[in-house]
């Protein structure tokens, strides 16, 4: 039989034995996982966002054999296993605290960690590009979308003062002289941003040797898809004003946005192959052997993803026998008039066992209240999740945020208050409270830890949001001072809290 050498094709370089041990961790991994690998490809699926995770691992494997150094004989597979384990217990944590992006993080990073395991701890060195490029099949990155609407309208604004355009912003919405326009998410780049990122990160590689010079060119990249992105949409708003809504805001819309999308992938390509490096050859060596230890590491593997998910079965996922409540209690608050809640306003509490609202009215001042009760947070009934918030996306949108100090619930902090705007030019601040046995919580974060410690012991208290809005005409300052007038006044949460469980 010929020996195996290393100036045959990539795909003969490696032995079946070692890509069948990584075959089987993935396996495990996805079987074992398999709701965090279902919500993944769902959104792959689904999300136009989304869709270039399909083609991840496959780019991913194109990168290894096309330019990839080749991997050492697998000796040690210590740096593999310890990646799953990392893997296995990242997973375990955002599976209590049910953070997808985690759990999804973690499947990515034991995939990773199998192919230590399977090909050994050199090729996590000689392969370490094209797999952290793996972490592309997370969908990650929404959280920052708010962020980028800011960028996106601070750079419209900022041009067309340039050109002294009579411009002013609220938030999001930008009026100018034709009328008014709103950065929405579908507007703030970040599809733009990530694929521009991907695509660098793929042209990077294969013209740069240096970490040094790729990352370089990836954060040129992201920068220049920002600023190209808010360009777009102000030539959008710019055409739009100057043609008195007459073009930029029909097909033409999308037409102006590919054009940006070639523009920008055309400059990426031409400054990178500027900057490019000679190509140099790969380094040979020794064919891969399975190894003797091959079969113990790749049992213990799959042995740490079992474990995780075992865990997670029997205590974090255990049943919970709540029964809510049959009507929720209003929170009290001394010398204010409790009314109905308002007509044309109210939280997005849709995954909510129980929710109750009211109007509070005192000296001028009126706030209105949404509460929203959980017997147990669960897949489909989260307390921190997307389609729980101060607005609906129907009516009302999110336009922006303030900081500002509050009193609430026996602490003074700097809270988040949320400015939203809805029909007829009204505008509502808001401020969302969460809260767990009787516990409050302001930051999400701190909420999720706590449902993660608590997950993890076997426990899965009650819980749910508290949000308080307040209107205003010209400036948030008018909502905030009532809130804060309506928040100093409010009865201990423990007291609300006991009053619903004696319900």
């Not at 045959?8 to 069948?20: C, D, K, Q, V, Y």
Request: overall charge neutral; aromatic content about 12%.
């Amino acid at each position: 039989m010929a020996a195996i050498t290393t100036n045959m094709p990539f795909a003969s370089r490696l032995t079946a034995t070692p890509i069948a041990y990584f075959g089987a961790i993935v396996a495990a991994a996805v079987a074992l996982w398999a709701p965090t690998a279902l919500d993944m490809a769902t959104l792959w699926a689904m999300s136009s966002s989304y869709h270039y995770g399909i083609f991840v691992a496959p780019i991913a494997v194109w990168m290894i054999a096309a330019k990839s150094a080749p991997p050492p004989a697998p000796a040690n597979r210590l740096p593999g296993l310890f990646i799953i384990a990392l893997g296995a217990a990242l997973w375990l944590l955002g599976h209590a605290g049910g953070v997808a992006l985690v759990e999804q993080f973690a499947l990515v990073t034991t995939i990773i960690g199998g192919g230590g395991v399977a090909f050994g701890g050199g090729a996590l060195r000689a392969w370490a590009y094209p797999l952290a490029f793996l972490y592309f099949m997370v969908p990650f990155g929404e959280a920052i979308v708010p962020g980028l609407q800011t960028i996106t309208a601070q750079i419209i604004v900022a041009l067309l003062s340039v050109i002294s355009m009579p411009v002013t912003i609220d938030g999001y919405l930008i009026q100018t002289p034709a009328g008014a326009f709103e950065v929405a998410e579908a507007c703030a780049g970040f599809r733009f941003l990530i694929s521009a990122t991907m695509i660098a990160a793929v042209f990077s590689y294969v013209s740069f040797q240096s970490w040094r010079k790729r990352i370089g060119f990836l954060l040129f990249a992201t920068a220049f898809a920002i600023l190209a992105n808010g360009l777009r949409a102000f030539l959008l708003v710019l055409v739009a004003t100057l043609t008195d809504m007459q073009w930029a805001v029909g097909p033409e819309h999308l037409l102006i946005g590919w054009i940006f999308y070639a523009l920008l992938f055309l400059t990426l390509v031409a400054v990178g192959r500027h900057y490019a490096d000679a190509p140099t050859p790969q380094p040979s060596a020794p064919a891969q052997q399975s190894g003797a230890n091959a079969v113990p590491a790749t049992l213990a593997a799959i042995a740490m993803i079992a474990t995780a998910a075992a865990y997670a079965g029997a205590i974090v996922d255990h049943p919970v026998d709540k029964t809510a409540p049959v009507s929720l209690s209003l929170l009290n608050a001394p010398g204010w008039r409790i009314l109905p809640p308002a007509q044309n306003w109210r939280a997005e509490l849709r995954q909510a066992d129980r929710t109750a609202g009211a109007t509070y009215v005192n000296a001028g001042n009126t706030v209105y209240l949404s509460l929203g009760y959980f017997t147990h947070d669960r897949k489909g009934g989260e307390i921190i999740n997307y389609e729980n918030r101060a607005w609906s996306g129907a009516y009302w949108r999110h336009i922006g945020a303030h900081d500002a100090v509050l009193y609430l619930f026996g602490t003074s902090k700097t809270r988040r208050i949320d400015i939203l705007a809805g029909p007829e030019r009204r505008r509502l601040a808001a401020v969302t409270a969460y809260w767990l046995d009787d516990e409050i919580y302001l930051d999400r974060w701190r909420m999720k830890l706590a449902q993660m410690k608590a997950k993890l012991m076997g426990a899965n208290p009650s819980g749910g949001l508290i949000i308080i809005a307040a209107s205003y005409s010209r400036d948030p300052a008018e909502a905030i001072t009532a809130l804060r007038n309506f928040t100093g006044d409010l009865e201990p949460l423990d007291a609300w809290v006991s009053r619903i469980d004696r319900q």
